[in-house]
């Protein structure tokens, strides 16, 4: 039950003074106990940690100094198999093989500086690699004395600089007689660098590696001037004579005379130690700061404001995972955003490249044709200057088509193409794309079968493969493009033999858990507004269109791997065009030509004329209809364009004329790229313009013959 306050009196009562006195003073008394209680729990606290920090301290380097022990050992028993039982002399002559064979098994072990074999004489050298400098008298009398295990010692160096260990076995000959000894030895940078950045994060800490009988192997930090041995009276050596193998000690270390707690363990099977020390006072000091800020702040305050920082928390964090679930929210739209305006920019790329390419076809059907009859008409007039005119006319024509194909408005053409000859062509347009900081090497197997593609989306998507390179290597690294063929069947792709092109980068890699969303359309790991999700996808449908598949393998900090399997073509590359003889042989055909470019028409009837053929010239599809109604003897060939003005385009009269003339051949021809796959579909003839004279006559007999010529991937040459 709740009451009403009281109001206050306005006389004064000493009982609630010295209530509040006594609380006052209690609050006094009960600060000072908590602040001793916690001081002392704080400090045991440290303590336990400190020990906690040095135990895993020491198992860290126990575990890196066994390692590198074991390998070694290995080395020294593989060398003692490799030199028998030989004597001094037959060792001396075998020497440089010996050495050489020291050699490669040392190549990839950074580890060894050295590796020396001894004769039982007073330690004479036998055989050596390596630049380690002649080994302490002490450490042959040791082996010599104790013929059987691993002994360990160390090697002269500069004043405070880490000294080399050697590690050495004897040679026992097969009636047991002492023979010499094979040691190996220690960079003293394999542990002073593991060392160095094991105590990196830990004031006060030292690690220490020492022999069973004190001598120290390894110090860090180095101290200038340390003896070389624990004292007799060190409380290490005092519990390793004692037999333990690991402990702890609290004690005066006799290297640096600091007090320290210590750790320290047996490594493996070796006559080695390796302790861990901290200083106390480091622990002092830190629980000393500690102590000197909970002072200042007080129990109660820090209490208070403990208390209101949790109220306080739990509302930001209320509040901060609404802004955050409203922030993913805004990037998830803008970068949806940013893809759709990228997808529209591409499309409106597109539809501008079709329409300029059009156009641009038409200017280079004109200047082939004109070309054509120039040189029929007059064989040797200007033989070089036309030529050179020809090779332009080539190159604009590819040049459209790598436009088209950037642009994803190309319709696919496929040819045989012979990597051989199309990935090294290649190299000169990857490079600028790379850049100069990035290395390029590109190889293909001699006996690599050719593919059936379309040649300008395979460059696009491997150029597109580069792009994706070049961001992962901003500073520099290495691309290779590699061709060969694959014996084996490859997961989604039917059976036979498959070609693979692989593409390796040294990249930054790609995170295991989006790699496998890399394909997907519009899908990126680059910032909004760098990378539009539309290159891997591309370069996915190319395999798919082709009959095969891509994959791609990727790990952070090791680079991005990304396979192309294609199946290998039945028949080698082979030129689609008809040979040249058949443009010159008359072909006597009557052709009506439905063209409404004044341009490409009057250069399309001599080019048609010089083969042979007659030629009627109409300029619409509803006249064109018109025209043949009236005919009693009709044309052999229709041979018309698409895009026409009026209400009768290209395709609606082809489709008229095969229902209303089934006799007459039908032959369309089209600068609109995207137009080929869909007059295809109709089973219709086709030639893309511009296209050489020779595709021409072929399309024209084969039309007249109804046989629909293979159309797209023969006219991709220009006469």
């Known amino acids: 039950m709740l009451t009403a306050p009281a109001t206050p009196s306005a006389s004064t009562d000493p009982k609630p003074l010295l209530s509040l006195r006594m609380l006052a003073t209690a609050c006094v008394v009960v600060l000072i106990a908590v602040y ?11 303590r336990a940690e400190t020990e906690v920090r040095l135990d895993r301290a020491l198992r860290i380097a126990v575990e890196h100094a066994l390692k590198v022990f074991d390998t070694n050992d290995a080395l020294l028993e593989q060398a003692l198999d490799t030199l028998g039982d030989d004597a001094p002399a037959r060792l001396a002559q075998r020497a440089p093989v010996l050495e050489e064979e020291f050699r490669r098994v040392t190549r990839n072990r950074p580890q060894v500086q050295a590796i020396e074999v001894r004769s039982a004489d007073g330690g004479r050298l036998l055989a050596a690699v390596g630049s380690a400098a002649d080994p302490a008298p002490a450490a042959f009398d040791r082996t010599r004395l104790a013929p059987t295990g691993m002994h360990f010692s160390v090697r002269a160096a500069a004043p405070g600089a880490a000294r080399p260990i050697d590690m050495s076995r004897a040679r026992v000959h097969a009636d047991g007689r002492f023979a010499g000894t094979v040691s190996v030895t220690v960079r003293p940078a394999t542990f002073e660098q593991f060392h160095r950045d094991l105590v990196a994060d830990e004031p006060g800490l030292a ?23 624990l004292a007799a009276s060190s409380p290490v050596m005092a519990r390793i004579r004692a037999g333990q193998t690991r402990g702890d000690a609290h004690g005066v270390s006799s290297v640096d005379g600091r007090e320290r707690l210590l750790r320290f363990s047996r490594v493996g099977d070796y006559p ?3 302790g861990s020390g901290m200083e106390v006072r480091e622990i002092t000091r830190r629980w000393l700061q500690e102590m000197a800020w909970l002072a200042a702040f007080g129990v109660p305050p820090l209490i208070g404001l403990f208390l209101a920082a949790r109220v306080a928390l739990r509302r930001t964090r209320e509040a901060l995972g609404s802004a955050r679930r409203l922030q993913d929210e805004m990037v998830a739209r803008r970068q949806v955003e940013e893809a759709l305006l990228q997808a529209q920019k591409l499309e409106a790329l597109g539809r501008l490249t079709g329409g300029v390419a059009h156009d641009f076809n038409n200017t280079l059907m004109v200047i082939s044709s004109n070309l054509f009859v120039l040189r029929h008409r007059h064989p040797d007039a200007g033989t070089q200057q036309v030529e050179s005119m020809d090779r332009a006319v080539a190159s604009a024509t590819q040049l459209t088509r790598q436009l088209l194909a950037f642009s994803r408005r190309q319709a696919l053409v496929p040819e045989h193409v012979r990597l051989q ?9 990857l490079a600028p794309v790379l850049g100069a900081p990035i290395e390029l090497a590109v190889s293909v197997d001699a006996d690599c079968r050719p593919i059936r593609v379309d040649p300008a989306e395979l460059e696009l998507g491997l150029i597109n493969l580069a792009i994706n390179a070049r961001d992962a290597m901003p500073a520099s690294g290495r691309f290779r493009l590699s061709a060969c063929n694959v014996g084996h069947a490859v997961p989604a792709m039917r059976e036979g033999p498959a070609v693979l092109i692989e593409a390796v980068d040294s990249g930054t890699g790609i995170d295991g858990a989006v790699i496998d969303k890399v394909f997907e359309p519009f899908f990126t790991t680059k910032p909004v507004g760098e990378g ?6 591309q370069v996915y449908g190319l395999c798919r269109r082709a009959g095969g598949t891509a994959t791609i393998e990727s790990e952070p900090g090791r680079g991005t791997t990304v396979r192309l399997y294609f199946p290998a073509a039945d028949e080698p590359a082979e030129d689609a065009v008809a040979p040249a003889p058949a443009a010159r042989r008359a072909l006597g055909k009557k052709v009506l030509v439905v063209e409404d470019n004044d341009a490409v028409a009057a250069a399309l009837q001599p080019l048609l004329e010089s083969i042979g053929c007659s030629v009627v010239r109409l300029d619409r599809g509803r006249a064109a209809e018109e025209w043949l109604a009236r005919q009693s003897r009709l044309p052999d060939l229709v041979l018309t364009d698409v895009v026409m003005p009026g209400e009768v385009d290209g395709l609606k009269l082809a489709r008229h004329v095969r229902a209303t003339y089934p006799g007459v051949g039908i032959v369309v021809m089209t600068g609109h790229a995207e137009q080929l796959d869909t007059i295809a579909g109709h089973g219709f003839a086709i030639i893309p313009k511009p296209c050489s004279v020779e595709v021409l006559a072929a399309a024209i007999e084969r039309g007249t013959d109804g046989a629909a010529p293979t159309g797209a991937g023969q006219a991709a040459s220009v006469a």
């Open 421 to 429: 000859d199309r990935l090294p062509a290649l190299a000169s347009l």
């Open 532 to 537: 539009t999700g539309l290159g891997l996808s």
């Open 207 to 229: 690690i220490t590696m020492l022999r069973d009988d004190g001598l120290i192997l390894t110090r860090w930090p180095l101290l200038p001037g340390a003896p070389s041995a």
């Open 272 to 274: 080695v130690y390796l």
């Open 36 to 46: 001793a209680t916690v001081g002392a729990m704080r400090y045991r606290q440290l």
